[in-house]
């Protein structure tokens, strides 16, 4: 069975750093692409980052320059890197991938920028 289970999230500091990650059960190399969206309290999911098999990313307007998507392929693990953290980047934060034209997704985890 296909899982993803992503992970990292917790309380910072505006101006703080943190790392999420995804583990992915199976092959990785099936899903393509793979990324990050995350949902804050009243507002509708948004695509964060997301990375191909090739390396390529692409990221929303509002975190480019701050957060940095990668993927460890011996690992089966993405990353996202987040600097810089804003109060405005406070959200549950989910794992997808595509494979085979369907949409998997992780868990969520929650992300809490705060003084």
């Known amino acids: 069975q296909v899982q993803l289970v992503d992970s990292g999230g917790g309380l910072v500091q505006p101006g703080g750093s943190m790392r999420l990650s995804c583990v992915v059960s199976?092959?990785?190399?099936?899903?393509?692409?793979m990324g990050w969206y995350r949902q804050a309290p009243g507002k509708e999911r948004e695509l964060v980052a997301a990375?191909?098999?090739?390396?390529?990313?692409d990221y929303s307007d509002s975190v480019k320059g701050r957060f940095t998507i990668s993927r460890d392929n011996a690992k089966k693990t993405v990353y996202l890197q987040m600097n810089s953290l804003k109060s405005e980047d406070t959200a549950v934060y989910y794992c997808?991938?595509?494979?085979?034209?369907?949409?998997?997704w992780g868990q969520g985890t929650q992300v809490t920028v705060s003084s």
């Open positions: 997808y991938g595509v494979k085979f034209d369907v949409d998997y």
């Open positions: 199976g092959s990785m190399f099936s899903f393509n692409p």
């Open positions: 990375i191909t098999n090739g390396g390529s990313t």
